[in-house]
Nanobody, 125 residues
Framework: QVQLVESGGGLVQAGGSLRLSCAASGGTFSTYTMVWFRQGPGKERDFVAAITLSGGITNYADTVKGRFAISRDNGKNTVYLKMNSLKPEDTAVYYC??????????????????WGQGTQGTSSA
């Protein structure tokens, strides 16, 4: 069973950038579709981005398309989320999740069994 640990959150001014990392252990990383979700204060957990097993295809929420980039390094068992042009509304706890051989078009939290503990990302106005 895969374990996931996120890192890289922090506080930046609007317009700034953050890069989140999610390190996986205990499973065969290259067999998991990897996804980022986020949950803002008082909001539901929302899909952000997903990446296929090899990293060749990605899927993004419309709210982050063109600003965020998901990538993975199967040699390091790590998935990344580079967040550029951050807005105050991007403030949230960011979670990575995994599903073995899942579709990158699975965008609902209940479709994923494996989750990290989350990392806070804050963009101040």
């Amino acid at each position: 069973q895969v374990q996931l640990v996120e890192s890289g959150g922090g506080l930046v001014q609007a317009g700034g950038s953050l890069r989140l990392s999610c390190a996986a252990s205990g499973g065969t990383f290259s067999t998991y579709t990897m996804v980022w979700f986020r949950q803002g204060p008082g909001k539901e957990r929302d899909f952000v981005a997903a990446i296929t097993l090899s990293g060749g295809i990605t899927n993004y929420a419309d709210t982050v398309k063109g600003r965020f980039a998901i990538s993975r390094d199967n040699g390091k068992n790590t998935v990344y989320l580079k967040m550029n042009s951050l807005k105050p509304e991007d403030t949230a706890v960011y979670y990575c999740a995994a599903r073995p051989y899942g579709s990158i078009y699975y965008t609902r939290p209940k479709q994923y069994d494996h989750w990290g503990q989350g990392t806070q990302g804050t963009s101040s106005a």
